[in-house]
């Protein structure tokens, strides 16, 4: 299914930034690359290697990933973020019955820092409240993203080394 996926019901917040979503294809996976590799570009930026090596590494690392993603995870929403009709981001969700767990959420660098992240987050938070889940995400400990998760009300539930696997609950009623 390539075409445009209806924003969910309640996501305004994401809407009123101008933010679009479809299903991503096959077809999607040179720009999906290119997103993942932009989160890794200043990791990448203090080796020594050629600037192929890093290409065919983050190639590489980009299948692995996009494999594991999809084989455990099989009943996730697979969205490309758009804005302006631009593809700009992606955005994987699966939604279990005790909590929606963000697999990946990322815009490329020109679109990054601008509150697209928190409107869509707070939308993802709000639907997930509203169904009495909880929201969980994988956030890299050194990802300057955190301070924006933290911000929202995520807090650390466990330390999974270079990762933190992070989680926002409802407020006790």
Known sequence: M????????????????????????????????QVYASTRAEE??????????????????FRAQHAHY???????????????????GRLYLERWPTQHRII???????HRGKGLGAALLRDLIDEAAACGKAVSIHVEK???????????GFT????????????WSAPAT
Do not use: C
């Open 2 to 33: 390539d075409a445009a996926a209806p924003i969910p019901f309640g996501w305004t917040r994401a809407a009123g930034s101008g933010l679009g979503f479809r299903t991503l294809t096959e077809s999607d996976l040179p720009f999906l690359a």
């Open 44 to 61: 990448l930026a203090v080796t020594d290697w050629s600037d192929e090596h890093k290409a065919a590494f983050l190639e590489a690392q």
């Open 70 to 88: 999809q084989r455990y995870y099989p009943n996730a929403d697979w969205l490309v973020t758009m804005r302006g009709g631009e593809d700009i």
């Open 104 to 110: 990946d959420i990322a815009f490329l660098p020109e």
């Open 142 to 152: 050194l990802n300057p993203a955190m301070r924006l998760y933290r911000r929202l």
């Open 156 to 167: 650390t539930e466990e330390d999974k080394g270079v990762y933190d696997l992070m989680r």
